[in-house]
């Protein structure tokens, strides 16, 4: 069973930057996607951004311009690099591996299959 562990949430004002990491329990190479999503309350979980294995990518297009997403293989961490954050990016931050997924011509097609990790919360003030 492999684990994701985030960090790096926290309260900021609007306008400030946030760097969410990821860690995996595995070695990121053996997922085909790893992705970064939302949950705001009383909204469903959705995508912001995913990076396949040759770092094509893929954003949501609220964030796109403003969030990047990356990935360190010797590290077997994502990241987040959140700017000019906006109240209406607060929500609680999950990572996830996807299994069989793929990112291709700007657009993400998971398997919906992998793993979560727990969350880590994102508070945007204004």
């Known amino acids: 069973q492999v684990q994701l562990v985030e960090s790096g949430g926290g309260l900021v004002q609007a306008g400030g930057s946030l760097k969410l990491s990821c860690v995996s329990s595995r070695d990121i190479r053996d997922w085909h996607v790893m992705a970064w999503y939302r949950q705001a309350p009383g909204k469903d979980r959705e995508l912001v951004a995913a990076v396949g294995r040759e770092d094509r990518t893929k954003y949501e297009n609220s964030v796109m311009g403003r969030f990047i997403i990356s990935r360190d293989n010797s590290k077997n961490t994502i990241y987040l690099q959140m700017n000019s954050l906006k109240p209406e990016d607060t929500a609680v931050y999950f990572c996830?591996?996807?299994?069989?997924?793929?990112?291709?011509?700007?657009?993400?097609?998971?398997?919906?299959?992998?793993?979560w990790g727990q969350g880590t919360q994102v508070t945007v003030s204004s």
């Open positions: 996830n591996s996807d299994v069989g997924g793929t990112v291709w011509k700007g657009d993400y097609y998971p398997s919906g299959v992998g793993s």
